[in-house]
């Protein structure tokens, strides 16, 4: 007996199943490139955040937290209180109390 895998031919559902690993293992690689590619894409942009240089408080205030708005910043202090200023941090528009139950 001769040991020639010519002389047998391939079954249908190992041939498709060869196909089929083969077409996942492409697609696999396609999306893996995609979000490679838009990773890149996303984490090479020059994204400046437009911060003013310093926001007075009120006295005897002090900051636990920070966070911007796409036209206020607001301030969070340690009494309980958020600060909302304008974007350019000059103006205190707004203190709103914080009380917890």
Do not use: C, H, Q
């Not at 010519?6 to 697609?27: G, I, K, M, Q, S």
């Amino acid at each position: 007996m001769s040991d020639n895998p010519e002389e047998f031919p391939e079954p249908a559902n190992l041939r498709f199943l060869r196909r089929l690993v083969t077409a996942l293992t492409l697609t696999m690689i396609f999306g893996l490139v995609a979000i490679f590619t838009v990773l890149v894409m996303r984490f090479s942009t020059d994204a400046t955040i437009d911060l003013p240089a310093s926001i007075t408080l009120p006295a005897g205030k002090t900051a636990t937290t920070f966070t911007r708005g796409p036209n206020w910043l607001a301030i969070v202090t340690t009494d309980n209180e958020i600060l909302i200023y304008d974007k350019t941090g000059k103006t205190l528009t707004r203190t709103i109390k914080i009380t917890t139950p």
